[in-house]
């Protein structure tokens, strides 16, 4: 169950498992010694229903070093904009993280975000540990 006194926090679990195993923060410039891991966070995706062909032929995935924020939120408000049903996912959040996670332009409600973080808990419980405790599942 997600905290009432921080709902972000199963979306942090295993990021700031990793920062602690790893120490403090390098300084600035250097690499941290944690990184994201896309092989657990394939694990992840079943349990989210995300496991679907047809999401990944209507998915826009945003890097770069500048401007990825604003590039994700004029890309989901022209999707809007023609009628489809457009979700994103930045970072980090404005208020709190659940203004990162928006449908149409709109932040989750506080009961839909609980309750996703909720799944979230359910789904890292059922994950095998990290083969290296400087992976972790990224909050995004």
Same mark, same amino acid.
């Given at each position: 169950m997600t905290s009432p006194t921080n709902p972000d926090a199963p979306f942090l679990t295993?990021?700031?498992?990793?920062?602690?195993?790893?120490g403090p923060p390098p300084p600035p410039g250097a690499s941290p010694p944690h990184r994201g891991s896309r092989r657990r966070a394939a694990l992840v995706v079943p349990?989210? %229903? @995300?496991?679907?062909?047809?999401?990944?032929? +209507?998915?826009? !995935?945003?890097?770069?070093?500048?401007?990825?924020?604003t590039a994700v939120l004029y890309t989901a408000a022209t999707l809007a904009a023609a009628g489809l049903r457009a979700g994103s996912?930045?970072?980090? %959040? @404005?208020?709190?993280?659940?203004?990162?996670? +928006?449908?149409? !332009?709109?932040a989750l409600s506080p009961a839909a975000y609980r309750q996703l973080g909720e799944l979230v808990t359910k789904?890292?419980?059922?994950?095998?540990?990290?083969?290296?405790?400087?992976?972790?599942?990224?909050?995004s």
């Amino acid at each position: 169950m997600t905290s009432p006194t921080n709902p972000d926090a199963p979306f942090l679990t295993e990021w700031l498992a990793a920062r602690r195993a790893t120490g403090p923060p390098p300084p600035p410039g250097a690499s941290p010694p944690h990184r994201g891991s896309r092989r657990r966070a394939a694990l992840v995706v079943p349990s989210l %229903g @995300l496991d679907r062909p047809d999401l990944a032929q +209507r998915t826009v !995935g945003v890097v770069g070093s500048k401007g990825k924020g604003t590039a994700v939120l004029y890309t989901a408000a022209t999707l809007a904009a023609a009628g489809l049903r457009a979700g994103s996912v930045t970072g980090p %959040g @404005l208020r709190s993280g659940r203004d990162r996670i +928006r449908i149409n !332009g709109t932040a989750l409600s506080p009961a839909a975000y609980r309750q996703l973080g909720e799944l979230v808990t359910k789904t890292l419980a059922r994950l095998p540990p990290p083969a290296d405790p400087a992976e972790y599942i990224s909050p995004s």
